[in-house]
């Protein structure tokens, strides 16, 4: 994998709300929801992040704010050095060829009156790509269709005659026609069938080493992002609440969300999966426009205290032995990685009751 162990992307306390109005003559504001509230993310050149996290936590958000298809509220975002944040116009523009995307819907990321052919060959003309190379449009096309395994006869038909998974390699092909430096894949197999995941993740592995791609990849599924992710940083509610070299994370996990999740994933051994102590968390997400104090997660953590996880903000910090770079935002992650705080069922109606923390040894 080709990677300078230099960052190509720098995020640094990413928020975007949107505002809640009131009013039907004179609209007021009335609050806001959180959907990304102060994440900080670095990817270096070459490298996967995924990005993880159940439906509504913001991740998607959070990487459509990257590539400037949302507005962000404040923050700062960096390529390769330089502040992309508040571009406009055709700096924006330039932007768009070194940042894409692919979507997570195959059947509607696709323009359904467009042959395959007009799809891929639209942003190389958006961008002039065809000029002074020599070369014409549809070679460069055809091209593309290779790069992603389809058949040069693909470029004369429509997206409702591709499976789901052709059509997600034409999604791909689209991203790579501009040479970006880095793609934002948001959820890109989660509608496919188990069996076309396999395909498209190797793909996927397999452009990375052949262009030197760098990926954010988004995901609710942690075995998926386990396959193809160097980092993993874990969202909650809007925030990070653990990011750690990948293998680290899925070996050693502290935060008590990463924990519950992972302990949310079969395994393949019966007599494991019967034996392994599952960590479940019950309840709904709270809503994005009026987060818990304290720990966002204290409503449905299974491991939480009184009064501390209610009232204080836990901080992303490292946690003596683990592997650089492992950073945990939960004030009990010693105590839970060396077992002295056990977990109890939370209940989603009484949140006063709590769990007991052992004595230390």
């Not at 330089?82 to 571009?87: Q, S």
Request: glycine content about 8%.
């Amino acid at each position: 994998m080709t990677t300078d162990g230099h960052p190509l992307l720098e995020v640094s306390g990413l928020r975007v709300h949107f505002p809640i109005m009131h009013g039907l003559l004179i609209e007021r504001q009335v609050g806001a929801i959180r959907a990304v509230d102060g994440v900080d993310l670095r990817i270096e050149r070459g490298r996967t992040l995924g990005l993880v996290g159940e439906s509504g936590c913001g991740k998607s958000t959070a990487g459509r704010a990257i590539l400037r298809l949302l507005e962000p509220t404040a923050g700062t975002i960096r390529l390769d050095g330089e502040d992309v944040t508040h571009l406009h116009g055709e700096k924006l523009r330039r932007l768009r060829r070194r940042v894409q995307m692919i979507f997570q819907d195959p059947f509607s990321s696709l323009d359904p009156r467009q042959s395959v052919g007009s799809i891929l060959a639209e942003p190389l003309r958006t961008h002039g790509l065809e000029e002074g190379k020599g070369r014409k449009i549809d070679a460069q096309v055809r091209e593309l269709l290779d790069v992603v395994g389809l058949p040069a006869g693909a470029v004369n038909r429509f997206p409702h005659e591709f499976s789901g998974g052709q059509r997600q390699r034409i999604g791909i092909a689209r991203a790579l026609a501009v040479r970006p430096e880095l793609i934002v894949a948001d959820e890109p197999v989660s509608a496919l069938d188990v069996s076309i995941q396999a395909q498209v993740l190797n793909l996927l592995e397999e452009l990375q080493q052949r262009f030197g791609l760098t990926y954010l990849f988004v995901a609710h599924d942690l075995a998926v992002v386990r396959h193809v992710s160097d980092h993993v940083a874990v969202m909650y509610l809007g925030t990070i609440v653990e990011t750690a070299p990948a293998e680290s994370l899925y070996t050693s996990p502290l935060h008590p969300y990463t924990i519950a999740l992972l302990s949310a994933v079969p395994i393949p051994d019966p007599e494991v999966e019967l034996r392994r102590e599952r960590i479940l968390v019950t309840g709904d997400l709270p809503s994005p426009a009026d987060p818990p104090s304290g720990c966002r997660f204290h409503t449905r953590c299974p491991f939480r205290q009184p009064t501390r996880c209610h009232t204080e903000v836990p901080v992303l910090r490292a946690i003596e032995g683990q592997e650089a770079g492992h950073l945990v935002a939960c004030h009990w992650a010693e105590d839970i990685q060396a077992g002295r705080l056990r977990p109890v069922r939370v209940d989603p109606v009484n949140t006063q009751t709590e769990n007991i923390r052992t004595a230390s040894p």
